[in-house]
């Protein structure tokens, strides 16, 4: 099979193909990304209980969100599907893997096994976290993004991302509300990101014109992300659903109006 083969959405410069991440990367030639941005699955829609609109009920995020069966397996997952990122990235290239402890400690070490070089553990701090539903530990206050390289060295805009004020560098602890209404009027995804934390870490890691992909497409926030950056995309999502949502929220984009916007303000984002 083919990429021509696969059913795909979006437009020229920001396509989602209806895929397996595995199987769509094993269709891309090695050394052809220059940054991967991914937010795989929690595996945490597993009989837990959570508080939604005052009242307690399960979490279930979706079936693509259940564990495959035990750690052990969700584990050599998440080696596979990163083994093949490192080897559609460029040498130069870099990875960005979100996720709650359900899942990042194994992808913390999936990373350094596959020798991927981390170069910065970022943490998304939620101003606005849910309650604890059960009264019995901390609110879940933060996500964690793990930036890493194949070691060749990498993009790191700084003065895109910094004022000119030394004193006032950008610390690896983001402070990001939750997704604002205005990003989800095109519909619905349970687990969709923030705007503003992907934009952030494609305008610090890659370059115009870049080729950015994202294995667990969802919604489309990467794609949307990289079309206002005026860089190019390619996702995979397994979901038809969440493919149709993407290519909405692609459609609604006006490329390279970001980037327009940071030309006019100057540097800080
Ligand atoms: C955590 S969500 C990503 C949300 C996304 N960052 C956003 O802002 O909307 C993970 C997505 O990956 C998809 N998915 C799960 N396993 C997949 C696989 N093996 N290949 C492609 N997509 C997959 C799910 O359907 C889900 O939409």
Redesign the pocket.
Same mark, same amino acid.
């Given at each position: 099979m083919g990429l021509r083969e696969l059913e795909s959405y979006g437009e020229p410069g920001a396509m989602v193909y209806l895929?397996?991440?595995?199987e769509l990367m094993r269709l891309m030639p090695a050394g052809s990304v220059d940054a991967v941005f991914a937010?795989?699955?929690?595996r945490l829609s597993n009989g837990g209980v959570t508080l939604k609109n005052g009242r307690v009920g399960p979490v279930d995020k979706?079936a693509?969100d259940r564990s495959l069966g035990s750690f052990e397996r969700d584990h050599e997952f998440n080696v596979r599907?990163l083994e093949e990122a490192r080897r559609v990235l460029k040498p130069d290239g870099t990875v960005w893997v979100s996720g709650t402890h359900h899942a990042i400690f194994s992808i913390g070490f999936a990373l350094q096994t596959l020798g991927l070089k981390v170069i910065n553990s970022v943490v998304w701090e939620k101003p606005d976290p849910p309650p604890n539903a059960l009264h019995t530990a901390f609110t879940h206050a933060h996500e964690t993004l793990v930036w890493a390289s194949k070691g060749r060295g990498h993009t790191f805009n700084y003065e895109l991302v910094n004022s000119p004020n030394p004193g006032g560098q950008l610390s690896s602890v983001w402070r990001i509300p939750a997704v604002p209404r205005r990003e989800k009027l095109c519909g619905y995804?349970p &687990?969709?990101?923030p705007l503003r934390l992907v934009r952030r870490a494609l305008l610090a890691s890659t370059g115009e014109g870049d080729l950015v992909f994202?294995?667990?497409?969802?919604?489309? &926030?990467?794609a949307v992300a990289a079309k206002e950056l005026n860089r190019s995309f390619v996702g995979?999502?397994?979901?038809e659903e969440?493919c149709e949502l993407a290519a909405r929220r692609i459609g609604a984009t006006e490329r390279g109006s970001v980037l327009r916007e940071i030309r006019a303000l100057g540097p800080g984002a």
């Open positions: 895929a397996d991440c595995v937010d795989p699955p929690y979706g693509w599907w995804h &687990t969709q990101k994202d294995p667990f497409c969802g919604s489309g &926030t990467t995979a999502e397994l979901e969440f």
